[in-house]
């Protein structure tokens, strides 16, 4: 096996393990992000074991998809499962849209549509302080139609901030339907050039996609990248696939007992 295949193979097990956790979140309480965390496993698996150094950031704008980023800090030994199994539980530090000070999450999420002008905040001041941090701030389609994130756009651009990383859940639906349907937001790549981002569309279910598209972003210069992903909700359970397109997933313990079996049939395909 090559090294990059060796990278990717790692990588793919830890998205993985990411999935198993957010659907044992969701088992937890029966109801929760669940398409969300399983479309964007595999973007945290290479986000926070290939692409994160030591000063960079991760701003969540989408608060409700938190459930992903849970499960990468699992892996990371920040949350232990049990703890994560009482996600959205009243009393508990899991909280469906996490809070600033929730361990490992910069901003308080839950209302949409600021999280790029934080980011933007966070870039520039990486930049005055002379520290190579970058950041990464992940937005839903839902969010772009929003008039401060087009705001903060402009602003990313002006401020030429190269060390801003841009990342599009472009799953095309939000809570009230097709995003198309509600308000298109479409071509969100020339959208996002016209705004002087370096934008293209990944496929967010390919791990070297995903990492030839960091290092792309990382070798710009000059203004800010974006990678708008074309995510599949409920992504690796293909009954989810099929029939669960929606922002919220409510269901019974054998449901995801059922999940789970899927999940794991799949990845023992995969090997
Ligand atoms: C400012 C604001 N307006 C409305 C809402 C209500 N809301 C919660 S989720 C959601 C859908 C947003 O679309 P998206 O994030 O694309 O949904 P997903 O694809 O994750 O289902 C809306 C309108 C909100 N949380 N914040
Ligand atoms: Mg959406």
Not at 142 to 163: F, K, P
Request: charged share 25%.
């Amino acid at each position: 096996m090559t090294a990059g295949a060796q990278v990717t193979s790692t990588l793919e097990q830890r998205a993985h393990a990411i999935r198993r956790t957010v659907l044992r979140m969701c088992r937890g309480r029966g109801q929760g992000y669940a398409g969300q965390g399983l479309s964007l496993a595999d973007l945290m698996a290479v986000l926070y074991f290939d692409e994160l150094r030591d000063h960079d950031h991760v701003v969540l704008s989408t608060g409700h998809s938190a459930i992903a980023v849970f499960a990468a800090l699992h892996e990371q030994g920040v949350y232990e499962l049990e703890e994560l199994e009482t996600y959205g539980m009243d009393g508990s530090r899991i909280e469906e849209s996490p809070l600033e000070g929730t361990p490992g999450f910069e901003i308080t999420g839950g209302s949409l549509g600021q999280g790029l002008s934080q980011a933007v905040g966070m870039a520039l001041g990486e930049r005055i302080k002379g520290s190579d941090g970058r950041v990464y701030c992940i937005v839903s389609d839902g969010e772009l139609q929003e008039g401060q994130v087009w705001e903060a756009a402009m602003a990313a651009s002006h401020h030429g901030l190269d060390n801003l990383v841009l990342l599009v859940d472009n799953n095309r639906i939000q809570a009230d339907g097709d995003t198309a349907a509600v308000m298109g937001v479409e071509p969100i790549p020339a959208k996002l050039v016209a705004f002087g981002f370096a934008a293209r569309r990944v496929d967010p279910h390919s791990i070297p996609e995903l990492r030839a598209a960091f290092e792309e972003a990382r070798s710009t210069a000059g203004r800010p990248s974006a990678l708008v992903c074309e995510t599949v909700p409920g992504r690796g359970v293909p009954s989810f696939e099929a029939s669960q397109r929606v922002h919220y997933v409510r269901a019974p313990r054998e449901v995801w007992d059922r999940a789970l079996e899927e999940l794991d049939r799949g990845e023992q395909a995969r090997r």
